[in-house]
Every structure is written in C-alpha cells, then in structure tokens.
C-alpha cells in the first residue's frame, strides 16, 4: 500500500508533468532566441520550437485525460461514500426500533 505522505495525488503528479512542460517551453523559448540572434533565419530553431510545442500538446492533452479518469473515479467514490451514508442511516434506524421494542416497566423485550 502506497504511503500518502509520500506518494503524490493523480492531480498532483498532472501539475508537476505540467509545470515540466512549460519549463522545458521556457528552455526552447530562450535557445530559439540565441539562435535566431545567431543564425536569423535558422529553420532548425524553428523545428526544435514546434517540436516542442507538440510535445508540450501532447503532454497536456495526456494530462486532460488522466484527470478525467479521476474524476469519474471521485464521483463514483462520492457515490459509494453517499451510499454507505444511507446504509448506517437504516442500520441506526433499525437499531432504534430494535431499543424501543423493549416493554416499559418489566426489562423485558418484545419479540
């Protein structure tokens, strides 16, 4: 079983894929300025800044999906929590009946 103090939450691990993401943008950005300060027409800064472009598409579109698959997993769990709510609430009611069957006066319980 994963230990929750050190395994990050699905959200979590998407913001950090994100942020990795946008970090390597920056890096892109910034080498494609040297280059084309250099070289002014250098087509392999251009490739090199729409690869990563797609890259960083990718990488977000995967991260869409993976929360998506965790939020239908939250509501599914929200359904099950909202179920057992309703369980405990008939077994306390059950409970109830059960106690209030007794006969007052004698310590005896009905059947």
Do not use: C
């Not at 300025?33 to 392999?44: F, H, L, Y």
Request: proline residues 4%; positive net charge; charged residues 30%.
């Amino acid at each position: 079983m994963d230990n929750p103090t050190t395994t990050p939450l699905p959200a979590v691990k998407a913001h950090i894929s994100l942020s990795k993401s946008l970090n390597q943008m920056k890096h892109v950005i910034e080498r494609t300025k040297k280059t084309s300060t250099k070289q002014p027409n250098s087509q392999n800064g251009i490739n090199a800044f729409k690869e990563s472009i797609m890259l960083i598409k990718s990488d977000i579109q995967n991260t869409e999906r993976q929360l998506a698959v965790e939020m239908d997993k939250s509501q599914k769990l929200q359904e099950l929590l909202h179920q057992d709510e309703e369980l405990l609430k008939q077994l306390d009611e059950d409970r109830s009946a059960y106690v209030n069957r007794k006969i007052v006066g004698t310590g005896n319980w009905t059947k």
